[in-house]
Nanobody, 126 residues
Framework: QVQLVESGGGLVQAGASLRLSCAAS????????MGWFRQAPGKEREFVAS????????YYADSVKGRFAISRDNAENTVYLQMNSLKPEDTALYYC???????????????????WGQGTQVTVSS
Protein backbone atom coordinates (compact mmCIF):
# COMPACT_ATOMS: atom_id res chain seq x y z
CA GLN A 1 0.00 0.00 0.00
CA VAL A 2 1.22 3.48 -0.88
CA GLN A 3 0.21 6.64 0.96
CA LEU A 4 0.58 9.92 -0.92
CA VAL A 5 0.54 13.36 0.69
CA GLU A 6 0.52 16.53 -1.39
CA SER A 7 1.72 19.91 -0.18
CA GLY A 8 2.72 23.30 -1.52
CA GLY A 9 -0.61 24.67 -2.60
CA GLY A 10 -1.78 28.17 -1.77
CA LEU A 11 -3.32 31.43 -2.91
CA VAL A 12 -1.27 33.37 -5.46
CA GLN A 13 -1.75 36.06 -8.04
CA ALA A 14 -1.79 35.41 -11.76
CA GLY A 15 1.72 35.09 -13.13
CA ALA A 16 3.16 33.69 -9.93
CA SER A 17 4.78 30.29 -9.40
CA LEU A 18 4.17 27.43 -7.02
CA ARG A 19 5.91 24.12 -6.46
CA LEU A 20 3.78 21.21 -5.37
CA SER A 21 5.27 18.18 -3.66
CA CYS A 22 3.93 14.66 -3.31
CA ALA A 23 5.59 12.60 -0.61
CA ALA A 24 5.07 8.86 -0.51
CA SER A 25 5.23 6.40 2.32
CA UNK A 26 4.56 2.71 2.66
CA UNK A 27 6.51 1.70 -0.42
CA UNK A 28 9.23 3.11 -2.59
CA UNK A 29 7.99 4.95 -5.66
CA UNK A 30 11.04 3.88 -7.62
CA UNK A 31 9.04 1.53 -9.88
CA UNK A 32 5.87 3.58 -10.13
CA UNK A 33 4.83 5.95 -12.86
CA MET A 34 3.43 9.11 -11.29
CA GLY A 35 0.89 11.68 -12.32
CA TRP A 36 -0.67 14.96 -11.30
CA PHE A 37 -4.36 15.66 -11.82
CA ARG A 38 -6.58 18.56 -10.86
CA GLN A 39 -10.25 19.14 -10.23
CA ALA A 40 -12.02 22.47 -10.24
CA PRO A 41 -15.45 22.89 -8.61
CA GLY A 42 -18.18 21.43 -10.79
CA LYS A 43 -15.72 19.89 -13.23
CA GLU A 44 -14.28 16.46 -13.91
CA ARG A 45 -10.87 15.55 -12.58
CA GLU A 46 -8.43 16.24 -15.39
CA PHE A 47 -4.93 15.15 -16.24
CA VAL A 48 -2.09 17.61 -15.75
CA ALA A 49 1.22 15.75 -16.08
CA SER A 50 2.82 12.33 -15.84
CA UNK A 51 6.37 11.04 -15.38
CA UNK A 52 7.86 7.60 -15.92
CA UNK A 53 9.39 5.58 -13.09
CA UNK A 54 12.91 6.55 -14.17
CA UNK A 55 12.03 10.18 -14.85
CA UNK A 56 13.14 10.06 -18.45
CA UNK A 57 9.71 10.43 -20.00
CA UNK A 58 7.18 13.14 -19.23
CA TYR A 59 3.80 13.98 -20.65
CA TYR A 60 1.69 17.11 -20.22
CA ALA A 61 -1.79 18.32 -20.88
CA ASP A 62 -1.83 20.95 -23.62
CA SER A 63 -3.21 23.51 -21.18
CA VAL A 64 -0.04 23.41 -19.03
CA LYS A 65 2.64 22.54 -21.56
CA GLY A 66 5.50 25.03 -21.38
CA ARG A 67 4.39 26.36 -17.97
CA PHE A 68 4.44 23.31 -15.69
CA ALA A 69 7.21 20.79 -15.11
CA ILE A 70 6.93 17.43 -13.40
CA SER A 71 9.99 15.86 -11.79
CA ARG A 72 10.83 13.21 -9.24
CA ASP A 73 13.46 12.33 -6.67
CA ASN A 74 13.31 8.60 -6.13
CA ALA A 75 15.85 8.78 -3.32
CA GLU A 76 13.46 11.10 -1.45
CA ASN A 77 10.35 9.20 -2.58
CA THR A 78 8.89 12.49 -3.77
CA VAL A 79 7.36 13.86 -6.95
CA TYR A 80 7.15 17.55 -7.77
CA LEU A 81 5.09 19.82 -9.97
CA GLN A 82 6.67 23.18 -10.71
CA MET A 83 3.96 25.57 -11.87
CA ASN A 84 4.97 28.84 -13.50
CA SER A 85 2.97 31.65 -15.09
CA LEU A 86 -0.11 30.59 -13.20
CA LYS A 87 -3.50 31.61 -14.54
CA PRO A 88 -6.90 31.88 -12.82
CA GLU A 89 -8.04 28.85 -14.82
CA ASP A 90 -5.36 26.77 -13.03
CA THR A 91 -7.38 27.11 -9.82
CA ALA A 92 -8.22 23.61 -8.61
CA LEU A 93 -7.55 20.90 -6.08
CA TYR A 94 -4.36 19.18 -7.25
CA TYR A 95 -3.87 15.45 -6.70
CA CYS A 96 -0.89 13.21 -7.22
CA UNK A 97 -1.34 9.60 -8.18
CA UNK A 98 0.81 6.48 -8.48
CA UNK A 99 0.57 3.83 -11.17
CA UNK A 100 1.94 0.38 -10.32
CA UNK A 101 2.14 -0.67 -13.97
CA UNK A 102 5.59 0.57 -14.96
CA UNK A 103 5.15 -0.98 -18.43
CA UNK A 104 3.18 2.16 -19.26
CA UNK A 105 5.72 4.95 -18.80
CA UNK A 106 3.25 7.83 -18.80
CA UNK A 107 -0.51 8.05 -19.09
CA UNK A 108 -3.30 10.59 -18.85
CA UNK A 109 -5.85 7.87 -18.06
CA UNK A 110 -6.88 8.42 -14.45
CA UNK A 111 -8.32 4.88 -14.28
CA UNK A 112 -4.79 3.56 -14.76
CA UNK A 113 -3.62 4.98 -11.44
CA UNK A 114 -3.81 2.84 -8.33
CA UNK A 115 -3.14 5.26 -5.46
CA TRP A 116 -4.23 8.85 -4.86
CA GLY A 117 -3.46 11.56 -2.38
CA GLN A 118 -5.99 13.84 -0.71
CA GLY A 119 -5.07 16.88 -2.76
CA THR A 120 -3.70 20.37 -2.18
CA GLN A 121 -5.62 23.50 -3.12
CA VAL A 122 -4.22 25.97 -5.62
CA THR A 123 -6.05 29.26 -6.05
CA VAL A 124 -4.92 31.84 -8.58
CA SER A 125 -6.43 35.31 -8.39
CA SER A 126 -6.62 37.66 -11.36
Amino acid sequence: QVQLVESGGGLVQAGASLRLSCAASGRTLRTYSMGWFRQAPGKEREFVASISWHGGTTYYADSVKGRFAISRDNAENTVYLQMNSLKPEDTALYYCAADEDSRVPVTADRDHYDYWGQGTQVTVSS
